[in-house]
Nanobody
Framework: QVQLVESGGGLVQAGDSLSVSCAASGRTSSISVMGWFRQAPGKEREFVAALKWSGGNTYYADSVKGRFTISRDNAKNTVYLQMNSLKPEDTAVYYC?????????????WGQGTQVTVSS
């Protein structure tokens, strides 16, 4: 099994930047893709970004493309989400996810989430 722990959320103002991180432990050798999802109050969880461990290909939701960047530190088994030009609509609980299949639509493990709040 893979355990994921997010950190780095907080309260910022619109236009600010914030970075969240996700440290993986356990059977990290089984990870082929990691990603970030978010869930705002009263809304369904939505895809934000993903990164394939082999090759490093990245994928983004249209709503964050050009503002958010997903990256990784292989040695630390950690993935980061750098969020720039934040908007109030980015307010959500951000969840880290890991998958074994390599598909950016199939994730097996989830973190507990970290709150990101953007004030206007």
């Amino acid at each position: 099994q893979v355990q994921l722990v997010e950190s780095g959320g907080g309260l910022v103002q619109a236009g600010d930047s914030l970075s969240v991180s996700c440290a993986a432990s356990g059977r990290t050798s089984s990870i082929s893709v990691m990603g970030w999802f978010r869930q705002a109050p009263g809304k369904e969880r939505e895809f934000v970004a993903a990164l394939k461990w082999s090759g490093g290909n990245t994928y983004y939701a249209d709503s964050v493309k050009g503002r958010f960047t997903i990256s990784r530190d292989n040695a630390k088994n950690t993935v980061y989400l750098q969020m720039n030009s934040l908007k109030p609509e980015d307010t959500a609980v951000y969840y880290c996810a890991a998958g074994r299949s390599g598909s950016v639509s199939a994730f097996d493990s989830w973190g507990q989430g970290t709150q990101v709040t953007v004030s206007s």
